[in-house]
């Protein structure tokens, strides 16, 4: 999520009032108008935990949050309350009406704006990918329908059809014709009496945008980008400009990470580890780790170690070397545990649910919320993996189920519901 959603989130759950459901429907609604995938109920949990990952972010402004609200319910209304590329204040600068002539605009194909006669049709959005990909490559741009090229006659669209328009369809588009995903939002725009249909395609996040298959006369492998008044193949210095900001951008980000680590942990317990040399340095100390334990070392990236729990991140096994400066001579071996991101037993689960929700909940009830709500099959079944992982794993160290925050919190909002608390209150 981004740190702007994460603020969103804080906003709602010091207002109160807000379950979980409600909070995950407002992000899952505009991030579905933003063309971006949804996310899910345990990140809720997490920022409500204050998670390591989320640690600093400040909940936004009340009125930010209002605005953000305002888009979810209602984003038929909400560009008349943007600022953003598809305000009508900016839209009047760049789209200016003809002083000599009403029905035709003052502008000019730019690498910025690109003009369409028609919308709608059967290849139009095939027609589109060039357009979206230079543009994406380039500082984002306008796709504007119903205006005639070179002329800049104002056709207009029908501004019912461009409005009903299924954004999803086009996503799937372009998740399926180009290597990374973009962001893009519509509006429609009046002059003269007609509507114009607007597009704005936002810069790529990842660049450089290529195309990964054939589609209405590019190839597969094709960058475009977006010069004045036309999309082309990119040439080599916007290319290279592109690669040397993507390294600088990576760079950046991971070493703020790393800082923010080290930072976080404490100076004092931080250390570098140079996998080329096997050097571990840090203010206490360092040792060395042997060339041929080098190639064995595993990192879980970032999110997947929950899938794998018990699995080692690094393992070391032996003596070091002569030259460490630690009092210790043999580092065990250390595991990460999901401890962390499951930390309730069954019986620990259903005390905290019934000291969060108020009401009596026993060890029956908590066997038929898992049952009832798919969290995890039978305790007779074999298929242990066969779980929900939002809400629990199989913890093989400890031989039984643990459970997540994020089923708590779950639980607890159902048995508010008297309803739902009575289902669970089950005769056995």
Sequence with gaps: MTDAEVGIIRNLLMRGGYKNQDILGLINTVRRLEGKAETNGGRISEVKTNKPRYKGIKALSNADTDVYITRAEKPAGFSAIDTGPLSDIV?????????????????????????????????????????????????????????????????GINKDKFEVFDRKNLNQILRSSLSSGIEFDMNTFECDGKTIGLMYVFSAKI?????????????????????????????????QHIIEERIRTLSETILSKHISNILSNGIENSAVLNLDTGVVDGKAGNFIIEEELLPKIKFIKEGEFVQKSGAPTLKLIGNLSSKTIVTKSIIKEKKVLADDDYPYKP??????????????????????????YKARPSSNSKSKGRVNKEFCIYHKTHGDYTYSEAWVDFIVDKISDDKEYAALKTTK
């Design 207 to 239: 660049k450089p945008v290529m195309l990964i298959k054939n589609v209405s006369g590019t190839a597969e492998g094709q960058i475009y980008y977006r010069y004045q008044g036309e999309n082309r193949l990119i040439a080599p210095a916007e290319l």
């Design 347 to 372: 019986t620990k689960a259903t005390n905290e649910i019934a000291k969060r929700s108020g009401r009596s909940f026993s060890s029956h009830n908590h066997v038929q919320a898992w049952r009832r």
């Design 91 to 155: 839209l009047d600068k760049l789209f200016p009406v003809n002083s000599g002539n009403s029905n035709r605009l003052a502008i000019t194909e730019t690498d910025v704006i690109e003009c369409k006669e028609a919308f709608g049709g059967k290849h139009w959005l095939n027609n589109c990918i060039r357009a979206i990909a230079a543009f994406a490559n380039n500082k984002g741009g306008y796709i504007a329908f119903g205006i005639k090229d070179k002329t800049w006659e104002i056709i």
